[in-house]
């Protein structure tokens, strides 16, 4: 009995672990934009609770965008970039059953046995990335980036680096008229 009870809590945090470890990215963009117009971009700001992560943030898509041929430049790049963290906290209840028992017996023995609800809390920080051509001022690129926050430093930089990849992995869009030639 004790084993499976060990096993049903090892089942439902691996599960748990899964589903919340999980990196989530989106890209969304102008799909009337020619990206190969664009080759320099300048910083806008960078909004972020905590100071330190504003060089952390251009240095994970600097290296991105240098990776695709873009160069930046201090000033009056075809594109700006402007790029905001969020973080939020969210809560999650679990609930854990053992004693399965040999059926379906509802209020008899053998039924599900005993149950085990706990409230888990956990931070989810989202990095927001937007591209504007400089020249109109609009918003041509969006990309997010959303990962499970640890109290480890390393980790969520090493997270940060693997989001900023991830969300520049399809960069640039190919335009329509890029895809008909």
């Keep these: 009995m004790k084993i499976r009870r060990a096993l049903c809590y090892l089942f439902a945090a691996g599960l748990f672990a899964v589903s919340a470890f999980c990196q989530q990215v989106k890209t969304d963009y102008d799909r009337g934009v020619n990206f190969g117009q664009y080759k320099t971009y300048s910083w806008g ?6 100071p330190l992560w504003v060089d952390r943030i251009k ?3 600097n290296s991105a965008l240098a990776s695709k ?3 930046e430049v201090d000033s009056g790049g ?7 963290e969020i973080n939020e906290t969210h809560h999650t209840l679990r609930t854990y059953y053992d004693g399965f028992g040999g059926g379906w017996h509802w209020g008899r023995e053998g039924g599900f046995g005993d149950a ?3 409230d888990e809390t956990y931070r989810v920080g989202t990095l927001v990335i937007d591209l504007f051509d400089t020249n109109t001022k609009t918003l041509v690129w969006r990309g997010s980036a ?3 926050l640890s109290n480890k430093s390393d980790k969520n930089i090493k997270n940060l680096n693997k989001g900023v990849a991830k969300l520049f992995s399809e960069f640039p869009p190919e335009s329509k008229t890029q895809q008909g030639q």
Excluded: L
């Design 45 to 50: 700001q960078v909004h972020t609770e905590n």
């Design 59 to 61: 240095a994970a898509v």
């Design 69 to 71: 041929g873009w160069t």
């Design 78 to 84: 075809s594109i700006s970039i402007m790029a905001m």
């Design 116 to 118: 085990t609800t706990t």
């Design 146 to 148: 959303s990962d499970v």
